[in-house]
């Protein structure tokens, strides 16, 4: 490739794929290479400072870091809350989620300095590639793609070859597992992962156990959306952040996703989400009390199908926004509080207040009075239920 002078704005991160392409396009293919990093809650000022000088080493013409923390909220997480997205029951689709909206930013970037290529470091064989490939055609069209990690079929070791001959050593053969933090959760690749039998080591988790008593936690929704914690009042990120420092000292949100990958194959990885994982389950607690049994019904089909749109790239796919806002329609009466009592990687949502609750005593208790009917409307009803059955049974002689 002939690319002298040419502007390329890459997807940067920091970790070993995209430091190599950082220098690759800029000392072998002599291009003005400009990083962005797309900050979606999982750098400290002090990790996105070391980045910067970092990219200074690699020829970067200019570097920008982006913090699209609150539009990644309103824009995705606030949704995944209310559709109780839990992909496959189980991942709360803590880097999925994330990714459009930093490809989103990286080709705004693109289009403001005229870049003539756009580039990411996503391998050949995951989900990213084609989540920055997806948005980058549709909202930079005029800048061409590049992939080196992905064209050249490089391994590991080769990377951190390079990287050491260009004289950047980042210790990166040291990092055995490959780790993406964002304000929605960590997940963990590599080792254990690519296999179908060995579960993570303790070790591996990021955040480590420090918990020994239980502790009872209280999560506070209006209109569906977080408003405190322990009954002070926070906004919605901030609560988020204050619950990931609690649950994650107990060790909770943490497994193993195993699911079917935009290629067709199936993958493993490990994640730790206390704070998802414990919101998604007040807030379907609370909703279990506050809506119907057919908002039940097709919230869960439709957050399901959110969630699986989301994970297939397909954040920019209009029906995305009519699905939105159903959701919010929804959250109308899903105000209240959920109390959760959180133990060492095991926690229970033990009830909920909310002046919505329909489990109301003015027509009964289950089980136990029955106010709104009598024992004579039960019988008159159960017949008339009865009746298409009875039909059918008759008349098929079963």
């Not at 951190?160 to 959760?185: H, P, Q, T, V």
Request: net charge negative; aromatic share 8%; with cysteine.
């Amino acid at each position: 490739m002939t690319s002298t002078k040419k502007k390329v704005v890459l997807a940067y991160s920091g970790g070993l794929d995209t430091t190599y392409c950082a220098l690759h396009l800029s000392k072998d293919l002599g291009m003005k290479v400009y990083t962005v990093l797309g900050n979606t809650g999982g750098f400290s000022d002090e990790e996105l400072c070391a980045i910067e000088k970092k990219t200074q080493k690699l020829g970067v013409i200019d570097h920008t870091s982006i913090d699209l923390t609150e539009e990644y909220y309103a824009k995705c997480i606030k949704y995944l809350i209310m559709g109780n997205v839990l992909k496959n029951n189980c991942y709360p689709l803590s880097v999925s989620s994330e990714r459009a909206f930093q490809a989103m930013a990286i080709a705004k970037c693109a289009h403001e300095i005229g870049a003539d290529y756009i580039a990411h470091g996503s391998t050949g064989a995951g989900n990213d590639q084609i989540r920055f490939d997806l948005i980058f055609q549709i909202m930079a069209p005029n800048a061409k793609i590049i992939t080196p990690t992905r064209d050249l079929e490089l391994s590991r070791e080769e990377e951190i070859e390079y990287l050491k001959e260009a004289g950047i050593d980042d210790e990166f053969e040291k990092m055995a597992y490959s780790i993406n933090a964002g304000i929605w959760g960590t997940s963990i690749g590599g080792k254990e992962t690519l296999n179908s039998s060995e579960p993570l080591p303790e070790e591996a988790y990021p955040k480590q156990v420090v918990k020994t008593e239980s502790e009872k936690l209280s999560i506070g929704f209006e209109a569906g959306e977080l408003v405190s914690v322990n009954d002070e009042k926070l906004s919605p990120l901030e609560a988020i952040k204050k619950i990931e420092a609690i649950g994650s000292q107990f060790g909770i949100g943490r497994d193993m996703h195993i699911g079917d990958t935009i290629l067709g194959t199936k993958g493993r990885v490990a994640f730790e989400a206390a704070a998802p994982v414990l919101i998604l389950k007040a807030h379907e607690m609370l909703e279990k009390h506050c809506l119907s049994k057919w908002q039940m019904h097709w919230k869960d089909q439709l957050g399901d199908f959110y969630g699986m749109l989301l994970h297939e790239a397909q954040y920019l796919e209009p029906l995305m926004r009519n699905m939105e806002t159903f959701l919010v329609d929804t959250q109308k009466k899903v105000t209240g509080t959920a109390t959760l009592k959180l133990s060492p990687k095991y926690f229970q949502v033990e009830g909920i207040t909310s002046p919505n609750d329909l489990m109301t005593d003015l027509f009964g208790q289950y089980g136990e009075t029955n106010v709104g009917w009598t024992a004579d409307d039960v019988k008159g009803f159960t017949n008339i239920l009865a009746n298409s059955l009875k039909i059918y049974y008759t008349v098929n002689q079963e």
